[in-house]
């Protein structure tokens, strides 16, 4: 399980997050919708620590870490639980697409080179690259390269998965291609955090929906409820203009 308590973050003057409470259970699927400048990105990496929240609790499994006062020796617990798929893949250019999935488990994990070889490559297969193993990231598709961040992150065996639009990067042609590999993913039950713009996506996928708007979560609930009968207006806006086409009973 994971529990977010009274997460706040201020960068400046301006404050993104202004308490946010959210719990995913295991095995759950999480999508977070919403505008732009919501606080959704500064959200998920508040999770794993690429960013600092000002305050607040972050409860992963049978670990517990105060946001203000988290040590370095928590923070690297914490993240080992967690991974992360990124909009722009950050995969390392100069390294092929096996030496990026074997990476974290060789540096940070500390495993043997062939043990890390014979889980990525299980790992490849499963996102269907098993045919680029010896290829460089400027070979591959878009489409190609965020399979490769996917397998980077399902190679950690993670509690959890964080997914920052992982779409958002990809011409709309390639899109498909990587939204089947994340469905694929929870349909074994791995717990995801997904923030993305892919509405018929977030419908299909999730367990539970989670709309902000303005640093606080304006609503959340089943992915019916949000999109079929949401109750606060300011969600009706949001779904009413980025999809035009929806119809809801109110």
């Known amino acids: 399980m994971i529990r977010l308590k009274n997460i706040k973050k201020s960068f400046g003057k301006q404050m993104v997050l202004k308490g946010i409470d959210l719990t995913v259970e295991k095995g759950e699927v999480v999508v977070i919708l919403g505008p732009s400048g919501s606080g959704k990105t500064t959200l998920l990496r508040c999770i794993n620590f690429l960013e600092r929240a000002d305050s607040g609790a972050i409860t992963i499994g049978d670990l517990s870490v105060d946001c203000h006062r988290a040590t370095k020796k928590e923070i690297l617990a914490l993240r080992r639980k967690t991974a992360m798929v990124f909009q722009h893949y950050n995969l390392f250019k100069h390294k092929t697409v096996l030496e990026n999935v074997m990476e974290g488990l060789v540096v940070v994990q500390k495993w043997p080179v062939e043990r890390a070889k014979e889980r990525s490559l299980q790992i490849l297969e499963k996102v269907g690259l098993s045919q680029q193993i010896d290829m460089y990231p400027s070979q591959l598709s878009g489409g190609q390269q965020q399979r490769v961040g996917i397998a980077r992150a399902l190679a950690l065996n993670p509690e959890v998965i ?38 018929g996506f977030a419908r299909d996928i ?42 809801y009973s109110i």
């Open 162 to 199: 964080l997914f920052d639009e992982p779409t958002s990067a990809l011409d709309p042609e390639l899109v498909g291609e990587v939204l089947s590999v994340i469905q694929k993913i929870a349909r074994e039950g791995i717990t995801m955090i997904v923030v993305t713009h892919e509405m």
């Open 206 to 247: 999730s367990d539970h929906v989670v709309f902000m708007d303005n640093g606080v979560v304006v609503e959340e609930g089943k992915p019916n409820e949000i999109f079929h009968a949401p109750k606060e207006e300011r969600t009706k806006q949001f779904l009413k203009r980025i999809t035009p086409e929806w119809r």
